[in-house]
């Protein structure tokens, strides 16, 4: 790390970068939370409801990667302002619609503003973090993500009773918009992205990376468990496959649950509007300090593959059970479970593994591609989740294979440890993942 980046500087930058999370994802429970309101609204379908529910995600996917290249050309900083400006304006353009498709575009509009996020806060937590302080710093950021869940559910639910109805929420959003651009531009450095990996050596003294060594093409193919195109890749590229893989599976259950529970709850389960939107708001309550003990702990640890192995089996467990759960209690302590378990809170373990081995010279490119598997499950999950009401009449499918996702993606994890970890016949390992 830096010499000149003291404590004081990266823990009030990861607070800072910790509220465009909350930002982020209040916009998406919002939406979730006014979901019956807006379908009222407008009398539409709940495939409808879903399509709009993914229509922000389909921006946010595509632009992944565009955004990824030109935060590693122009800088990390630049394109966060530039992104929640563009956010700011997409809110607002959904208050002023006056049908769903006017909305639904409004919401492709916000998804492009908040495309860039995910690789730039990377990028700038990797040069302001102390090696070893990493993970609960990229924790702590992840607490703003679940504060942010919280906040939506309860915003886009308890605002509508204002005179703009279910739009009000997103004015008040816009707005905060609008002033975190202000702030990141005041309070966030642009790292100096060509110098990020000598922050590795907290002494000061200069780095000297080795260079990386050539491999026989069979090389790079053989031992991984891996078979077909993927055994292909390189040892790198492999990993982020598998790791990708974990990222989808895990968010798309994430996603599903922040995105219909509030409807499930009031239109399925027969709970009162007030109460459909509280009961999810334990899952990302108790995830924001779930995130940063697991995240402290895999910084204790030589190893934190440990998190994954218990995270996933149980947060898998607590998603399959939501339907047989019979009374609001043991709903609460399923979601009380997830919350513990579930994606927010072993976000940082799989990110910070995925940033320590990412390319020096294709950081942001390296984890925007990372992210763009979770912003396809983004997109997937609502739409496929409501078709699929539609279809069957019931979401008891959804939650099943949701649960079932997290096993399959423990699979993937270890696939992902052996593409990289194997020791390396010209005397190294491909890359130090801790």
């Known amino acids: 790390m830096n010499k000149q980046t003291s404590e004081r500087s990266w823990v009030s930058g990861a607070i800072i970068l910790s509220f465009g999370w909350f930002l982020l994802y209040a916009t998406r429970t919002t939406l979730s ?56 304006v997409g809110l607002l353009l959904g208050v002023l619609s006056t049908n769903p498709y006017q909305f639904l575009l409004s919401r492709v509009l916000t998804g492009a503003g908040q495309a860039h996020y995910f690789a730039c806060q990377q990028a700038i937590l990797y040069f302001i973090l102390p090696p070893d302080k990493r993970a609960r710093g990229i924790a702590m950021t992840s607490a703003g993500a679940g504060l942010g869940s919280a906040s939506g559910f309860l915003l886009g639910k308890f605002l509508a009773s204002s005179t703009l109805g279910w739009k009000m929420p997103f004015v008040v959003l816009a707005m905060f918009a609008g002033a975190y651009s202000v702030i990141v531009l005041r309070g966030v450095p642009e790292p100096p992205f060509g110098a990020a990996r000598s922050s590795e050596k907290p ?9 990386e060594v050539q491999r026989p093409h069979a090389q790079s193919a053989h031992g991984s468990g891996a078979a077909g ?12 496959f598998f790791m990708a893989a974990c990222h989808f599976l895990t968010m798309y259950s994430f996603n599903m649950m922040l995105t219909w529970l ?14 459909a939107a509280v009961i999810p708001v334990v899952m990302p309550l108790v995830m924001a300090p779930a995130a940063i003990v697991w995240g402290i702990a895999a910084d204790k640890h030589k190893s934190r593959d440990f998190v994954l192995w218990i995270c996933l089996p149980i947060a898998g467990i607590a998603v399959a059970i939501i339907p047989a759960m019979g009374s609001p209690v043991l709903l609460v302590l399923s979601l009380m479970v997830y919350g513990m378990t579930g994606k927010l809170a072993f976000d940082p373990v799989l990110t910070a593994t995925v940033s320590e081995n990412a390319p020096r010279h294709a950081h942001g490119l390296f984890l925007a591609s990372f992210n763009l598997a979770a912003s396809l499950a ?17 979401f008891t499918i959804s939650f099943v294979m949701a649960g079932a996702f997290h096993l399959v993606a423990l699979l993937a994890f270890v696939q992902a440890k052996r593409s990289i970890a194997k020791p390396d016949p010209y005397g190294e390992q491909v890359a130090g993942i801790s």
């Open 203 to 211: 002494s000061g003294k200069p780095s000297n990376p080795k260079p």
């Open 262 to 275: 509030p409807y499930y709850f009031e239109t399925v389960r027969g709970f009162e509007g007030g109460l």
């Open 229 to 240: 195109p993927v055994s292909k890749l390189g040892p790198r590229w492999r990993f982020l």
């Open 33 to 88: 939370s006014a979901l019956k309101d807006i379908g009222e609204f407008w009398a539409l379908s709940e495939g409808f409801l879903g399509f709009i529910a993914s229509s922000f995600f389909f921006s946010y996917a595509l632009l992944q990667i565009p955004t990824g290249i030109l935060a590693d050309k122009y800088g990390a900083r630049k394109m966060i302002v530039i992104g929640f400006a563009t956010k700011a």
């Open 378 to 394: 983004m997109v997937v999950a609502p739409s496929a989740t409501g078709f699929m009401a539609q279809k069957f009449g019931d």
